[in-house]
């Protein structure tokens, strides 16, 4: 896992009304990283799936990091809740739940998650 520069943009969100500040965060940074537009919706809806995920099953708030590195985007979405199942197969269309982090796996070129102190890094990486 590449190392996260000292100076990456982030922010923090700790409630439902921030997501929206999540989605405007990531899509101004991603583009003024030099991100092709259509790029940074699948990067939005990635970031957007996990911080909803984080509110709606850690029981609190987290932080997000990005910067690019050798035509790569990297962002971080670091919350206190249990590791992630990755790899899984794309839940049926009649299943009520279970399709975020599938959709996640699917839009990044590659998803990473790592137990840090206190919770749990995903690490998602997008071609500029």
Do not use: K
């Not at 206190?80 to 199942?85: D, I, K, L, S, V």
């Amino acid at each position: 896992m590449p190392e996260q520069p000292v100076d990456a943009a982030g922010m923090t969100y700790s409630e439902p009304d921030d997501l929206r500040s999540v989605r405007v965060f990531v899509s101004e940074r991603a583009r003024a990283l030099g991100m092709a537009a259509e790029r940074i919706d699948l990067l939005t809806i990635a970031v957007s799936e996990l911080t909803t995920n984080t509110l709606q099953h850690s029981g609190g708030g987290g932080h997000i990091q990005i910067w690019a590195d050798n035509g790569h985007l990297f962002c971080d979405v670091v919350d206190g809740g249990g590791p992630r199942a990755f790899g899984r197969a794309m839940p049926s269309a009649e299943a009520f739940r279970g399709r975020g982090l599938a959709i996640v796996e699917r839009i990044c070129d590659s998803v990473q998650t790592l137990a840090v102190p206190g919770g749990t890094l995903v690490r998602l990486c997008l071609r500029l």
